[in-house]
């Protein structure tokens, strides 16, 4: 029988829902600062994005101009949504 | 099921470019929705306030879902399982079928309520991205379709593997869009 748990990709899918399910918490039921919160769950969004890229698109495997690419894409992304938010 | 490593890159090379170039497209969408926000902070709070956080949370989670289906389907793919394969193959088109039917509902609540694009900066940001996010997603599922049709036997999927990742590649694509689309929208205040 396939023991899902040992699924490397079913535990980053735990993960995903997971945190998803996290930020959805915080945002119900967390009375905290506004702008903490936004800088929080942007965060969480780019944690899951990064999540995303490299074990299910695999990207570590791929050639390292489009690794580097992609983990730039998704820092730079993430910071300047965030400067922007906090503006 | 193991996962079974690769020594070359899951896709052509070609493939990763228009990834990356699509994913470029959305990350100015992205500075464009935050910096329209720092503009116009009412219109924002309001009509994020008309968003049914729950049909996007469930959006959120089908795409999740959706993506570890193709990642399954993928690695069945180079394992020449054409059963696991397929049967992957469909769940993510169930999956995405599901996104497109929750949006519509979600569409059409807006419509029911006096929204449209042209209602105010917010709702111009709202339906525009989501919009340009669903045609990907239907992109996306023409591409699956065309693979499950494409898989008769195993000999096929193994021929066909690169094409194969970058279907998948673009599905993941579409997912990770969604997942800041919905904090963005949904819920960062």
């Known amino acids: 029988m396939h023991l899902l748990y040992k699924d490397k990709l079913f535990l980053v899918l735990a993960a995903l829902l997971s945190l998803t399910l996290l930020s ?7 009375n905290i600062d506004l702008k903490n919160m936004g800088v929080l769950l942007i965060f969480l969004a780019f944690f899951k994005v990064r999540l995303v890229t490299v074990h299910f698109m695999e990207i ?28 | 099921m193991n996962t079974q490593s690769i020594n070359r890159s899951p896709a052509e090379f070609g493939m990763w470019l228009f990834i990356f170039a699509d994913m470029c497209i959305f990350a100015m969408y992205f500075g464009v929705l935050t910096w329209d926000r720092f503009l116009f902070p009412d219109q924002f709070v309001q009509g994020q306030a008309t968003l049914n956080n ?5 959006n959120t989670i089908v795409l999740l879902v959706s993506s570890f289906f193709v990642a399954t389907a993928i690695q069945a793919a180079r ?6 394969y397929q049967r992957c193959i469909k769940l993510t088109i169930i999956c995405g079928c599901i996104f497109l039917v929750v949006k519509i509902v979600e569409y059409t609540e807006k419509f029911q309520a006096g929204f449209h694009i042209a209602t105010n900066e917010f709702y111009r940001n709202y339906f525009g991205f989501t919009a340009f996010h669903m045609l990907h997603v239907i992109v ?5 379709t065309y693979l499950l049709f ?28 969604w997942i800041v689309l919905f904090s963005l929208f949904y819920l960062v205040a």
Not at chain 1, 24 to 30: A, E, G, K, M, P
Not at chain 2, 140 to 144: A, I, Q, R
Request: aromatic share 12%; charged share 15%.
């Open chain 2, 140 to 144: 996306g599922l023409s591409l699956l």
């Open chain 2, 79 to 84: 394992e020449r399982n054409l059963g696991v």
């Open chain 1, 24 to 30: 959805w918490f915080l945002v119900r039921f967390i």
């Open chain 2, 54 to 58: 729950y049909l996007g949370a469930l």
């Open chain 2, 150 to 177: 494409n898989s008769k036997k195993a000999e096929h999927i193994g021929t066909s593997i690169q094409n194969i990742e970058g279907v998948g590649l673009y599905w993941h694509m579409v997912d990770l869009l």
């Open chain 1, 60 to 87: 570590k495997k791929a050639d390292r101009p489009v690794m580097i690419a992609f983990e730039l894409w998704v820092l730079v992304v993430w910071g300047i949504t965030t400067v922007l938010y906090l503006l």
